[in-house]
């Protein structure tokens, strides 16, 4: 069984920034798979904003470019995803899991709050 547990989200006023940790466990290969940050707002579909290869290569979706930077730590288990200058329109639950999905790893999710 694979876990993924997010956390870091919270409320933060427009400008302002966030760290995301995601820790993953269980029968995975970490180091060996791609991993994503996905995120989810009310009413919206949930979609792709950064993935980072096993090695390291990183891509954003036009959206996080340039505000959010994701790494990894295959020592840990761990993913991250920092992200800067906070848009009220980032404002969703982000999730981690791999690149492509798989359905029975998505965890519960940190919510980022980005208002006034």
């Known amino acids: 069984q694979v876990q993924f547990v997010e956390s870091g989200g919270g409320l933060v006023q427009p400008g302002g920034s966030l760290r995301l940790s995601c820790a993953a466990s269980g029968s995975i290969i970490f180091s060996d798979r791609t991993m994503g940050w996905y995120r989810q707002a009310p009413g919206k579909q949930r979609e792709l904003v950064a993935s980072i290869h096993m090695y390291g290569f990183s891509n954003y979706a036009d959206s996080v470019k340039g505000r959010s930077t994701i790494s990894r730590d295959n020592a840990k288990n761990l993913v991250y995803l920092q992200m800067n200058s906070l848009k009220p329109e980032d404002t969703a639950v982000y999730y981690c899991?791999?690149?492509?999905?798989?359905?029975?790893?998505w965890g519960q999710g940190t919510q980022v709050t980005v208002s006034s």
């Open positions: 899991n791999t690149v492509p999905i798989r359905t029975e790893y």
